[in-house]
Structures are given as C-alpha cells and as structure tokens.
Nanobody
Framework: VQLQACGGGLAQAGGSLRLSCTPS????????VGWFRQSPGKERAFVAA???????????TSVKGRFTISSDKRDRMKDMVYLQMNNLKPEDTAMYYC????????????????WGQGTQVTVSS
C-alpha cells in the first residue's frame, strides 16, 4: 500500500488543522494506520494510531485530548484516516507522516512501513 499524507500548513497556537492519509494504491484493510512526527534533529515519534475496521485508537500522552484520529470508509471512495489537531502548540511543529503496520503493537515506530511523503505542520506562538 502506498500512502499519501496531506493537510499540513501554518496555524497559530490554539488553532486547528486536519491531516489526511489515504492509500494511493490499495486499501487500509487489515492494517493499523499511524501518524508520526519528526522535528529537525529529533527522532521520528509516534503521535496516534487507529486499527482499521475495529476502531481501537492509541495516542501519545502529549496529544491526548487535543488530537483525534479517525477513519472513514465509504463505498467507491478511497479509505481515509484523519488526524484532527486542535489547540495546537508551537511544540507540535514538525513534519507529520502516516504509515501502516500489521503488528499488534500500535505505538512502535520501528514496526511501521510504507511511509508517506510527509506533510509539514508549523505552529506559531
């Protein structure tokens, strides 16, 4: 499955952005879809994940209550996973990536594959 991530941009602190992840080829069936972020000089870090079809979600502590991951499956339309980001903070500034895994561990970055190209989120104070 090849992934496309989009929806990043510039927001003010306290603002909102919604990221989207979709497979350009294939579907999310059987996968857990995760969002990750990476700032310059830092390692890629887990943000949130959702099991496709089952709806189980997992969030990194600092985004709980501010970010919501969701899935959307409609007939004849591409599978979508969204990351709604509210009450953004300057420390949320990063390149955001989506990826998939078939592993049970939802938060393990090393178990994810098929990384999308990333979408930049910049939050100004």
């Amino acid at each position: 499955v090849q992934l496309q991530a989009c929806g990043g941009g510039l927001a003010q602190a306290g603002g909102s952005l919604r990221l989207s992840c979709t497979p350009s080829v294939g579907t999310f069936s059987g996968y857990t879809v995760g969002w990750f972020r990476q700032s310059p000089g830092k390692e890629r870090a887990f943000v949130a994940a959702i099991r496709w079809g089952g709806g189980t979600t997992l969030y990194e502590t600092s985004v709980k209550g501010r970010f919501t991951i969701s899935s959307d499956k409609r007939d004849r339309m591409k599978d979508m996973v969204y990351l709604q980001m509210n009450n953004l903070k300057p420390e949320d500034t990063a390149m955001y990536y989506c990826a998939v895994t078939t592993a049970r561990a939802m938060g393990a970055v090393r178990l994810y594959t098929n990384w999308g190209q990333g979408t930049q989120v910049t939050v100004s104070s």
